[in-house]
């Protein structure tokens, strides 16, 4: 919880830049990664609709979900998890088609809440609200028809059902029917979710965080204000004030890597099947390094990012990729002020 206190001397030392954490079986959850999103997203590809692959991508994250559960857990969570990814594209495209950057942010910050909530709740793993705050302000970015709100509501779900069978597929072998993974989760209760330490501090960094980011890229003129939401929600996730600072330095020095990875990749202008091999690599790498070393993820994270927008959306790499590092280091700006003020509130606060 963020009320945990805050040490700067314990940040420094904990930052963990070069820890590498145990490797965990993380080549099964990267394979079903890139098989959850490489799949559908090719077919697209196939079929000459680049612009609806983003759509197919959000669907497939709920295959980021639950990979050390059980089969039955993770039917659970990634179940739970497609059906909300969906909702958060068609929100998303809902905003785009009525339009305004207002209505756009303040979306993102109500899905960003709700999703905190219901990851608490649900006991998701990875926590937090990063990939539905992703969905919702990506698919809202840009000026969508209504007719596309259909649409994107369908390729979500297709790939979400997609990416919750290949979930299940290990089953299939006795290997991955008999290695160990952990057990279902009880509930929260009303009480245990809304009166734990440092959740009220929590809401607020989730609600105040994605919306003073998106507002002060909008009004800076960034063309990816969304890239700062996600990234004020994306080092909430850790357990206290200090992993949570630390999570931020891990991004921002893991996007500085991949924002100059991901020029060098787009300056050699790839073709579209190029672009997304590519990319898929950089999601397995992502999912390899995500539970051992988060600053390594990010190295994939980010040319996955870029990658992504480039197949769907045209647009310049060094412009892209100078707002892709701004944006990102003023989402973190104010996580981290969020973070460090509910600590200091954490502090002060009257013991009840």
């Not at 909300?84 to 979306?107: E, P, Q, R």
């Not at 991949?258 to 990319?279: H, M, R, W």
Request: hydrophobic share 55%; proline share 5%.
């Amino acid at each position: 919880m963020s009320g945990l206190p805050f040490s700067p001397r314990a940040t420094v030392r904990g930052w963990g830049l070069t820890e590498l954490r145990p490797h965990e079986h993380a080549h099964w959850g990267a394979l079903r990664a890139v098989v959850s999103v490489g799949v559908p997203v090719a077919v697209l590809v196939a079929l000459g609709r680049t612009d609806l692959t983003l759509f197919a991508s959000f669907g497939a994250f709920c295959s980021l979900y639950g990979r050390h559960s059980i089969y039955s857990s993770r039917l659970r969570m990634q179940t739970e998890t497609g059906v909300f990814m969906v909702c958060a594209v068609t929100l998303g495209v809902l905003v785009a088609a009525v339009g305004g950057t207002a209505l756009a942010i303040t979306a993102t910050a109500a899905v960003s809440v709700l999703s905190y909530l219901i990851s608490r709740w649900a006991h998701w793993a990875p926590p937090g609200a990063l990939f539905p705050v992703f969905a919702v302000g990506a698919c809202a970015a840009h000026h969508q028809p209504w007719s596309m709100v259909p649409i994107a509501l369908g390729v979500s779900a297709a790939t979400a059902v997609f990416a919750v069978l290949v979930g299940q597929g290990g089953q299939l072998f006795a290997a991955g029917r008999n290695r160990e993974k952990r057990p279902h989760k009880r509930r929260l209760s009303r009480a245990e979710l809304f009166n734990a330490p440092g959740v009220r501090g929590d809401l607020l960094a989730y609600a105040v965080g994605p919306a003073l980011a998106g507002t002060i890229a909008v009004a800076a003129g960034g063309a990816h204000p969304y890239w700062a939401m996600v990234s004020a929600v994306a080092p909430l996730t850790g357990p206290s004030s200090t992993h949570r600072v630390a999570r931020a330095m891990h991004r921002i020095w893991g996007t500085l890597a991949g924002v100059l990875l991901s020029l060098a990749i787009l300056s050699f202008d790839p073709n579209v099947v190029t672009t997304l091999v590519l990319a898929l690599i950089a999601q397995a790498w992502a999912e390899l390094f995500v539970a051992r070393n988060y600053g390594l993820a990010v190295i994939g994270i980010t040319p996955l990012a870029l990658l992504m927008q480039h197949l769907a959306v045209e647009s310049d790499p060094l412009s892209t990729a100078a707002d892709r590092l701004a944006e990102t280091a003023l989402g973190l700006a104010i996580a981290i002020a969020l973070v460090l003020l509910s600590s200091r509130w954490a502090r002060t606060a009257p013991a009840k």
